[in-house]
């Protein structure tokens, strides 16, 4: 398969509210992290790091920046491949020992990477086989509840497991905008993963439900509205919640 050079590995779009979000347009769709970066006054914080394979630090002017807070907005090898190379790491404390000593399985690169997740190659020397995330112990442990405060911009972290158990979504009331991770985002949901657990997952989506929800950024696929975001989480709810 055809190799892609570093320079031209990710792709940075500026959406209107001082949010960029950062790809990897050469890994498929499902695989495919989103990587959300919000500039903030005292700080910028970037959610999720993508996986890992080309330097997020090096490669993307954004994230070269000083002040980066690099958040998890859970540990599977998709979203904190590049979070060894932040000074903060920040991530619900029930995933940081994920974060500080990953594995293959723990992150689900076994199974899940293989060179048929590409379209086309990283660099040289990647190989798919020897592919692993590399520890990046924690530096503060986020509970749900907690808020992280950019300076002219706050989110709330809630607590969502269910597709992992340290999962979190960020939420800026001002805004109405909910930055999700994996608990939601419009496309196939993973709710089988070997940490991952249905009762949370419901609990975790009826929560989100309720909130009044304008715009979506999920860790895969494109960023929807509160039309589809109430479209998703009844059609969970139904298919799933038998209480
Ligand atoms: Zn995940
Ligand atoms: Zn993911």
């Not at 940075?12 to 989103?34: K, M, Q, V, W």
Request: charged share 20%; glycine share 6%.
């Amino acid at each position: 398969m055809h190799r892609i050079a570093a320079e031209n590995w990710y792709r940075t779009t500026h959406l209107a509210d001082g949010i960029s979000l950062i790809e990897e347009p050469h890994i498929l769709p499902f695989y495919r992290c989103n990587i959300w970066h919000v500039a903030g006054r005292d700080f910028n914080m970037l959610v999720d790091s993508g996986m890992g394979v080309v330097s997020l630090r090096e490669y993307v002017p954004l994230a070269a920046e000083k002040n980066v807070v690099a958040v998890a907005s859970h540990s599977h090898f998709d979203h904190v491949g590049c979070h060894h190379e932040f000074e903060e790491r920040w991530i619900h404390e029930a995933e940081a020992s994920i974060l500080a000593h990953p594995t293959r399985q723990n992150t689900l690169a076994d199974p899940y990477v293989i060179d048929e997740i590409f379209s086309a190659l990283p660099p040289e020397p990647y190989r798919s086989c020897a592919y692993h995330v590399k520890s990046a112990p924690p530096t503060k442990l986020l509970r749900d509840a907690d808020i992280i405060d950019l300076g002219d911009r706050s989110f709330h972290v809630l607590h969502t497991p269910g597709h992992s158990p340290g999962g979190i979504a960020l939420w800026e009331e001002k805004t109405r905008t909910l930055i999700a991770g994996d608990v939601i985002y419009d496309g196939e949901l993973i709710t089988d993963a070997y940490h991952s657990n249905m009762g949370d997952y419901i609990d975790s989506m009826r929560m989100l439900s309720a909130l009044p929800v304008e715009t979506v950024h999920g860790g895969h696929f494109p960023s929807f509205g509160g039309g589809r975001f109430k479209e998703i989480t009844t059609h969970f709810l139904k298919e799933h919640d038998n209480s």
